[in-house]
């Protein structure tokens, strides 16, 4: 018998000829690995490669950043403006001009008929930071609606509203560098390998240099999970029990910072009063979790030299996201684990550029962390704006949460989507799907036309993606970095920046303000609004020029440093600079002067109030959402791609196999979930990673599991409760639900 092939016949890959390489940053996750695009002898897209020299990603990129070149012809690309009279009707194409006159005359003929705030626009952390700064400018100095939101409240809300609580302004303290420093990490509701696998592979690095015990507190055995010396696989939204009852043994053993809590911080005594209700004894009831672990994972914790914790959606997508954070915030602060190498509360953003947005697009403030409701803000950006400062409203108007409530309440007429794709991603998607009926006017502006949301427009503009536009991303650890326009935008779609500036001239009867030609002149701006003032978002010595040198500059970056820097390495041209030349701050809050009032940091004590979801007779199971490594959010790109969506091209679920058997469901079979907002067909897959009280849907998929959720909001941050809900499961005929889910996967 003969094995094997007996005429072999190569694989031959054509030779792909690069004319050129471009430098780009990822538009996928918040990790900000740097990609080099290979142009052809056209200058079309022939390749990517990770580029090596950059610090976060050295030469690595995980699935979605190696495939994604492929996204600039896929399926469904908007080529030219759609216009029609009513939603539903077949759309007409029309030019650019006919579709931005007709928005902004929607616009102005709905605030003159309902005032200024029933327009909503409702942007994203997926654009280019130019682009939010631009954005920001239009609707706070011009259109003037203060219902003015972005998809981060979904995403990172929690973290910002707890990073400002604890330490008086937003940032994350610490860097990936952080993982070559510390003696412990914990990891609370945090995916790294699926999620930011490229953070993780620095991650893994360091574990494999130096060993150190990593915690990981998640419901799910996720493959973090899995690697982890100590999973702590917690009842769903008690995190906050949790970190309770550490605190209360760390206090109680004397394994606190007495000096760094003296010296640095405010509230103690308050936030030990508390403690006292959080034994562990009692806490282990409530979080899942038994004394004795509880009791060692703080131990482990303290007495580690440094400690560092992450965290991502587990905490931030919660009734209790912004507490969760103040209370990592509150460990980390009793520890002495602030702001020190290996020592930090280091948020894992979400999106490309959620960091971006938070930053610099004004969705609830005014642009570089400033506030509406602080009078030096305003004045600061009326005048830099050169408009008056009355035109900005007194304080902050609704978040994305509460738009969708506002327009079934008929406050909100109108509405402008950027970049986002709430019909799938919000939670309770009956409920959107009225509100968005309600709507007299509804434009998205988006790359893909067959994005669900249009099927409610009565505009849609396309937008050109990624590299064929230019400008700047702000990644998880503060570092901004850069994508030079490679391609020509698709067809007719234009850049988001051109949208905006042509869409500011019609609105220029209200305020006339200067928009500079090219996203570049937009950064000199910021860099200008970002000076001085004691801001930790200092990013005026910054350049694009040095940005690309360095592959990527952390904030804060001030002037004096960079001309320091280039007079130090007397470079004429950055551009042969080196990386190292161009350092920003790897780390916040170093020096224990935070941006409070009085320069320390709050302890604030978190009581758990349980108004989740829970399971029940009627509603048994845990229904838990999240992500999977192939896919990106709402699959717009990535469904696109067959490399990455051949992976799990159809909406499936996690189930427990000895739940399954309880209620005679097969691997591989359909099954119908149900909740108290509506129901989804999903496949099911037997594992072990989810316990039998619990189901995991990735929320990847259309009419899938947001038919199903619930999203209670967090009182604090507005961010909702995507991962806590009841659900029931109901067998379906095979057949019928087989023909359902072909229906459902349009490509
Ligand atoms: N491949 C891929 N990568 C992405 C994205 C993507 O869509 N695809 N999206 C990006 C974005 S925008 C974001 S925000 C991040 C999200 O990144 P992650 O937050 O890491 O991803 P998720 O899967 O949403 O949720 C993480 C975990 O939270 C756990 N969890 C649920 N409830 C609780 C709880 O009560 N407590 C705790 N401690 N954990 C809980 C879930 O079981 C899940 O394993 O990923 C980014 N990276
Ligand atoms: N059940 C459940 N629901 C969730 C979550 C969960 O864990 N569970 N996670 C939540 C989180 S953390 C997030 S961040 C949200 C994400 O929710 P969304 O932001 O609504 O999802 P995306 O698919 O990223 O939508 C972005 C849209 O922008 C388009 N786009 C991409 N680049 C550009 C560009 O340059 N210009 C323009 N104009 N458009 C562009 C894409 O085609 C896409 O349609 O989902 C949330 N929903
Ligand atoms: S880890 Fe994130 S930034 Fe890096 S290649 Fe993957 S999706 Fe892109
Ligand atoms: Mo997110």
Redesign the pocket.
């Known amino acids: 018998m003969i094995f094997g092939r007996t005429q072999r016949k190569p694989i031959a890959i054509p030779a792909k000829t690069v004319k050129e390489w471009k430098y780009s940053t990822c538009?996928y996750c918040s990790t900000g690995c740097a990609i080099e695009l290979g142009l052809g002898e056209q200058g079309q897209i022939v390749t990517s490669r990770g580029h090596a020299g950059a610090d976060v990603n050295r030469g690595k990129l995980c699935i979605k950043g190696l495939l994604e070149h492929e996204l600039f012809d896929s399926p469904g690309r908007g080529k030219v403006p759609l216009l029609r009279e009513r939603a539903h009707q077949p759309f007409a194409a029309g030019s650019w001009d006919a579709a931005l006159d007709r928005t902004a005359e929607e616009i102005k003929r709905i605030q003159a008929q309902h005032g200024r705030d029933a327009f909503a626009v409702v942007s994203?952390?997926?654009?280019?930071t130019e682009e939010f700064y631009t954005l920001g400018k239009l609707v706070r100095g011009q259109i003037g609606t203060n219902n003015y939101d972005g998809?981060?409240t979904?995403?990172?809300a929690s973290a910002v509203s707890g990073y400002k609580r604890s330490f008086g302004a937003d940032g994350p303290p610490g860097c990936y560098g952080d993982f070559e420093h510390t003696h412990c990490l914990m990891a609370f509701g945090s995916n790294l390998p699926e999620q930011h696998p490229i953070i993780y592979w620095r991650l893994k690095e360091a574990l494999e240099k130096r060993r150190f015990p990593l915690i990981v507190v998640d419901p799910r055995v996720t493959m973090l999970a899995q690697f982890a010396d100590i999973h702590l696989a917690i009842t769903p939204g008690t995190d906050t029990v949790l970190i309770n009852a550490m605190m209360h043994v760390i206090f109680k053993e004397g394994l606190h910072d007495a000096d760094y809590i003296a010296r640095h911080t405010q509230g103690a005594d308050e936030l030990r009063a508390l403690l006292a209700d959080y034994d562990p004894k009692t806490a282990q009831h409530v979080c899942g979790i038994d004394e004795d672990r509880i009791r060692t994972v703080a131990r482990i914790y303290a007495k580690a030299p440094r400690a560092m914790s992450i965290w991502t959606?587990g905490i931030?997508?919660s009734t209790h996201g912004s507490d969760g954070v103040v209370d990592i915030n509150n460990l980390n602060l009793i520890t002495g684990n602030i702001g020190r190498p290996g020592g930090t509360s280091l948020s894992i953003t979400?999106?490309c550029n959620?960091m971006g947005t938070r930053e610099w697009s004004s969705c609830s403030g005014l642009p570089g962390y400033r506030q509406l409701e602080k009078p030096k803000d305003r004045q600061r950006v009326a005048e830099f704006w050169g408009i008056a400062e009355a035109f900005f409203p007194p304080a902050r108007g609704l978040a994305q949460t509460d738009i969708f409530p506002a327009i079934e309440t008929g406050e909100i007429k109108g509405l402008w989507l950027?970049?986002?794709?709430?019909m799938?991603?919000?939670?309770n998607q009956p409920r959107i799907r009225r509100a968005m009926e309600k709507l007299e006017f509804l434009v998205v502006?988006?790359?893909?036309e067959d994005?669900e949301?249009t099927q409610y427009a009565h505009v849609f503009?396309p937008?050109?993606?990624?590299a064929e536009?230019e400008g700047c991303h702000t990644n998880t650890e503060r570092r901004v970095n850069l994508t030079r326009n490679a391609l020509r935008p698709y067809a007719d779609s234009k850049p988001?920046f051109w949208i905006f500036n042509q869409m500011a001239r019609r609105f220029e009867d209200r305020n006339k303000i200067h928009y500079p030609a090219t996203p570049e002149g937009a950064f000199e701006e910021m860099r200008e609004l970002s000076k001085g003032e004691g801001r930790t978002l200092d990013i005026s010595g910054m350049s694009y020029d040095r940005i690309e040198a360095a592959r990527g500059i952390q904030w804060p970056y001030s002037e004096a440093r960079a001309l320091a820097d280039e007079a130090r390495i007397g470079a004429a041209d950055t551009r042969t600079a080196l990386r190292q030349d161009f350092l920003g701050d790897a780390r916040l809050y170093a020096d224990g002067a935070f941006q409070t009032a009085s320069g320390r940091a709050n302890l604030i004590p978190v009581r758990f109030v349980n108004n989740n979801e829970c399971p029940d007779a009627e509603y048994p199971f845990w229904l838990n959402?999240?992500?999977v490594v192939e896919h990106?959010?709402?699959?717009?790109?990535t469904g696109k791609i067959g490399n990455c969506n051949k992976f799990s091209p159809t909406p499936y679920m996690e189930m427990n196999p000895d739940a399954a058997q309880a209620l005679g469901v097969e691997h591989q079979s359909y099954v119908r979930v149900v909740s108290r907002r509506g129901d989804a067909v999903v496949m099911v897959q037997l594992t072990q990673r989810v316990g039998r009280d619990m189901l995991f849907?990735p929320?990847h998929f259309h009419d899938c599991?947001?038919r199903l959720?619930l999203g209670l909001l967090d009182p604090h941050s507005r961010q909702p409760a995507?991962?806590q809900n009841a659900a029931r499961i109901e067998k379906i005929d095979q057949r019928e639900a087989a023909r359902l889910n072909l229906e459902r996967r349009s490509f």
């Open positions: 538009n994203t952390g997926q654009l280019l998809n981060t979904l995403c990172m959606m931030n997508q979400g999106q959620a950027v970049a986002t794709n709430p799938t991603s919000m939670a502006q988006d790359v893909y994005v949301t503009l937008a050109a993606v990624w536009k988001d959402s999240g992500r990106f959010h709402t699959r717009t790109r849907i929320f599991v947001n959720t995507f991962k």
